[in-house]
């Protein structure tokens, strides 16, 4: 499985927007990143997925970068319940992904 | 949609015992759930994938004769944590493979395990 990098942690303002940075310069041609996010105690929430176009949904953008080995998750307002500890992973054709470290996300009143 | 549960949520045994973990899929068929195993302020680690009608395979390390897995139905995966002993204690999540959504896993909500 490629691996990822990610910051160990990073605050943001809420309402303001919040850029998670995400590299995972091995990644295959078929391997799709995917972005978890785990409030504590419970278990990890899907949020977005993409290949290689940039993806929208009610919660989060995705910005894949042209050569897939990096991206970003942006939320667009955040939220003090958006503070959790967010994974960016890359997902095998068989669905077995390896989760890294995170980034824990705090977001400030 | 796409909801995972897991039975029990947090359960405390005595050493030596056997308990065993449900993880359903609620609202879609899974051919594929996969175990994991969560330290605190640790990651989570893939214990096993579990695939609907066939043996799990197993990550390395993780013993399968210690954490037998079971998935009989298209919606149900067990997990028996075997003898259980002090350092199984952990928190254990199941997720689910939606088949058709580009390997998008689903997880429950996971089961706090305390063997004393």
């Known amino acids: 499985d490629a691996k990822t990098t990610q910051p160990p942690s990073m605050d943001c303002a809420e309402g303001r927007a919040a850029n998670l940075p995400c590299n995972h310069s091995?990644?295959?041609?078929?391997?799709?990143v995917y972005w978890y996010r785990q409030i504590h105690s419970q278990g990890p929430q899907y949020i977005i997925h993409?290949?290689?176009n940039n993806e929208t949904n009610e919660m989060a953008s995705l910005i894949i970068t042209e050569d897939r080995k990096s991206s970003t998750l942006i939320l667009p307002h955040a939220t003090l319940r958006d503070t959790a500890v967010y994974y960016c992973?890359?997902?095998?054709?068989?669905?077995?992904?390896?989760f890294g470290d995170g980034t824990t996300l705090t977001v400030k009143p | 949609g796409a909801v995972v549960s897991q039975h029990p949520s947090r359960v405390i045994c005595k050493s030596g015992t056997s308990v065993k973990i449900e993880c359903r899929s609620l609202?879609?068929?899974?051919?594929?759930m996969f175990w994991y195993r969560q330290f605190p302020k640790k990651s989570l680690m893939l214990m096993a994938t579990?695939?609907?009608?066939?043996?799990?395979?197993?990550e390395q390390g993780v013993e399968k004769d210690k954490f037998l897995i079971n998935h009989a139905s298209l919606t149900l995966s067990t997990l028996t944590v075997t003898s259980a002993h002090p350092e199984d204690s952990s928190f254990y999540i199941c997720?689910?493979?939606?088949?058709?959504?580009?390997?998008?896993?689903?997880f429950g909500p996971g089961t706090r395990l305390l063997v004393l």
């Open positions: 997720s689910a493979r939606l088949a058709g959504s580009q390997e998008t896993q689903y």
């Open positions: 091995t990644i295959s041609g078929n391997e799709y």
């Open positions: 993409g290949l290689k």
């Open positions: 992973i890359v997902s095998t054709n068989a669905g077995k992904s390896t």
């Open positions: 609202d879609f068929q899974a051919t594929t």
């Open positions: 579990s695939n609907e009608g066939s043996k799990a395979t197993y």
